[in-house]
């Protein structure tokens, strides 16, 4: 765009012309000139007076050309117009030499109408602006802000004016005959389609909620199979879970076994996932592993396997899969229980020839071995129906099957025992102690399992040493008896089924000596066990009586000798010197 | 009665009275007769707008029968037919019994191996 400065003498026009608006620049106060030429040339420093000798020069030439009637271009003048506006007609500065009222009125009017023209320009072009700025404003606020005006952003919120296009209805001028005619047509075709519409929408509705009360249904009921199960169901967020685990039948083990019954999206069948943790429905992944004993013992020299425990579950005795699957998990969490526990108390059990070596715990008792392993359960291979991989290789190999079967056996009822007492504890009243027995309770299983086995042994060791004994006194003796009572604490029974395993074993042998003197001498050999179940404790009492009605009726009798001892050769010497003493 | 059962009835019962009130109004707006062409215009749409609330409606009757069930599953007690066996102390004697046969098969074995 060109830009043309226009240079204004108005000396040229004289007095009487003068625009009252306009200020005469040689009558200005000291006052009001400073500012004036802080306005015009901005600044004083570039002011010199060369240059505005040059100016005047300048000035004095253009006023002579004016005269000559050529529109004057002068440089450094203040006026800035646009070519635009003044290039046209309107403005008729000095077209002929005549300077008539009328032509300068012309001009003045002109002049001012031009003012006014780019002052409106200006006002409705930021107007304008401000419409569009505001308009963006609802799109891209950043935009529109930056080009809005304060007085706007001060005053309007952002993005409260918006646009929409709106297309001209056709057709909308149609005489008034006409008129109503279409528009019940119109309407007609508008409602038929609605009809259309609504009768599609249904369509599709009922379709669709036909789908989901049918998923509903089958959801309800194989959730209501799982219920009708006796499972405890829980609400998890929207999806309904199963508890499986033993936690409510006094279970301590970590696993709570939980699961959540998944619904499939488009059928509604239920599938049951365990999770391992309900804060984020992590599935458990689990390799379910079952627990089998087995019993090797030293023929010709060598460790063979002589019984082995079988597995044959097959978790398929519901017809439905649900239910199935929550059975098998159930299962495996229990041997899992079980498994986890027994390892536990082998530790403490190391000492007593039993070890644990990766997924086996093994006990060695003199010539025999029991093990007990976790073995990862393969479905597969389960089902096979001859898994006699290890049976039948001679006449040995199954004659401890039934053994085995009866120590997996004990080993199951012996973590129900622990349930059992773990749920009587939290049926008391909650105590420190309480809470303390709870935090300290660990199930009593391998203990008591090694312990009877063990005290058998030592009752025919005991029974062995005593018999020998009485066999060497034999001569010096006028009657001599022994009497074997095994497991006397049994004799009462206190209501617990597990009485047997949870008190230590206790077995008596009582020998009634008579020597030549006709006097007597009973000895009480008493054999029980400390809280480890595995050594021995041999309680010994002897007591002298002088006849036989004292010794019937426990009257008078002389204690000679009332010991505890761990070993049997102690027994044995303080027997062998007490009869020595006792015959001599 | 319950709170929750009565405000169930409630909801069942404002469900099925605002589909009949709906259904019977998209038959009363499908006249067309001298009305203008923005009433026509509007009723047509209220219409389908009176459709897809009638379907709503029927949806939430659904969850209304979810939320039963559900209520009905987790909120209900069952309770056992079977008896306390376990008190009878001649029952549990029994199984005392038992268990010290067990104990005894594990244990007993051993003496004629290893003596």
Redesign the interface.
């Known amino acids: 765009m060109n830009k043309i400065r226009l240079s204004l003498d108005l000396e040229i026009y004289g007095d009487d012309t003068r625009d009252a608006f306009l200020l005469d620049e040689d009558k200005l106060t000291i006052e009001e000139l400073i500012p004036r030429i802080l306005l015009e040339r901005k600044l004083f420093i570039d002011v010199t007076e060369e240059s505005l000798l040059d100016e005047i020069k300048a000035a004095a030439e253009a006023s002579s050309q004016m005269s000559d009637g050529i529109p004057i271009v002068v440089p450094g003048d203040s006026l800035v117009c646009n070519s635009d506006i003044v290039g046209g007609d309107n403005i008729d500065i000095g077209g002929s030499n005549g300077s008539t009222a009328t032509k300068i009125d012309t001009f003045n009017k002109n002049r001012a109408d031009l003012a006014k023209n780019v002052a409106l320009a200006l006002n409705e072009t930021s107007l304008s602006l401000d419409f569009v700025s505001l308009l963006i404003a609802s799109v891209k606020q950043n935009i529109g802000k930056s080009t809005m005006s304060p007085h706007l952003l001060k005053n309007i919120p952002l993005g409260s004016l918006s646009s929409d296009k709106l297309t001209k209805e056709e057709g909308a001028s149609g005489n008034d005959g006409n008129k109503d005619g279409n528009t019940s047509k119109v309407g007609q075709g508008w409602k038929y389609e609605a009809v259309i519409k609504i009768t599609k929408l249904f369509k599709e509705a009922s379709v669709k909620l036909k789908q989901q009360v049918e998923k509903e249904e089958h959801y309800w009921k194989m959730i209501n199979v799982v219920l009708a199960d006796d499972e405890v169901l829980f609400k998890h967020g929207k999806t309904i879970g199963v508890k499986f685990g033993y936690g409510d039948a006094g279970s301590i083990y970590h696993d709570k076994g939980l699961a959540i019954l998944r619904s499939d999206e488009t059928t509604g069948h239920v599938t049951f996932t365990p999770v391992a943790s309900l804060l984020n429905f992590r599935v458990a992944n689990k390799t379910y592993k079952y627990i089998q004993v087995k019993i090797l013992n030293k023929i010709d020299e060598e460790f063979m396997v002589t019984g082995i425990s079988s597995f044959k579950k097959t978790f398929n005795s519901s017809r439905f899969q649900v239910v199935n699957d929550l059975e098998k998990a159930r299962y495996f969490l229990f041997e899992e229980d079980l498994f986890y526990f027994l390892t536990r108390e082998a530790k403490t059990l190391i000492n007593y020839n039993v070890s644990i070596i990766s997924n086996k715990i093994i006990f060695e008792i003199k010539d025999e071995i029991i093990e007990i392993e976790a073995v990862p359960f393969d479905e597969y291979y389960n089902n096979m129906d001859d898994i006699d991989l290890y049976q039948n290789i001679n006449s040995y190999s199954s004659m401890h099957n039934e053994k085995c079967e009866s120590i997996l056996n004990y080993l199951k009822t012996m973590l129900c025992c622990f349930y059992k007492y773990n749920l009587s504890l939290k049926q008391k009243m909650p105590t420190l102690f309480t809470k303390w027995k709870q935090q300290n309770s660990h199930p009593l299983i391998l203990r008591p399992l090694l312990g009877n086995i063990r005290h058998e042994i030592y009752i025919t060791v005991i029974k062995k040493m005593l018999d020998e004994l009485l066999l060497e006194f034999k001569d010096q003796l006028l009657e001599a008896t022994l009497k074997l009572d095994k497991l006397t604490n049994l004799k009462t029974f206190t209501g617990n089924i597990f009485q047997r395993s949870i008190q230590k074993p206790v077995s008596e042998i009582v020998m009634t000596l008579k020597n030549k003197q006709e006097k007597w001498m009973k000895i009480h050999t008493e054999l029980t066990t400390n809280e480890i179940f595995v050594p021995y404790v041999i309680n010994l009492t002897i007591v002298k009586y002088s006849s036989e009605s004292d010794l019937n009726q426990d009257f008078e009798g002389t204690n000679c000798l009332q010991l505890t001892v761990n070993s049997f050769e102690d027994v044995k010497e303080s027997l062998q010197w007490s009869i020595l003493d006792f015959v001599g | 009665m319950q709170q929750k059962s009565i405000a169930i009835l409630q909801r069942i019962d404002t469900n099925v009275e605002q589909v009949l009130t709906k259904f019977q109004r ?1 038959f009363e ?2 006249v ?1 007769e ?4 923005e009433l ?2 509007v ?3 209220t ?2 707008a009176d ?2 609330s ?2 709503r409606l ?2 939430d009757l ?1 969850s209304i ?2 939320n039963l ?2 209520t009905w ?2 909120g209900s007690i ?1 309770v ?1 037919d079977n008896k306390e066996q376990w008190k009878l ?1 001649k029952e ?2 029994k ?2 019994e038992q ?2 046969k ?2 005894d ?7 004629k ?3």
Do not use: G, H, P, W
């Open positions: 998209i707006l499908a067309v001298d009305k203008s062409k026509l215009a009723e047509s749409l219409m389908e459709a897809l009638i379907i029927c949806e659904l029968t979810r069930k559900e599953c987790l069952k056992s102390k549990l004697r199984v005392y268990f010290n067990l104990t098969n594990i244990a007993e074995f051993e003496t191996q290893t003596v």
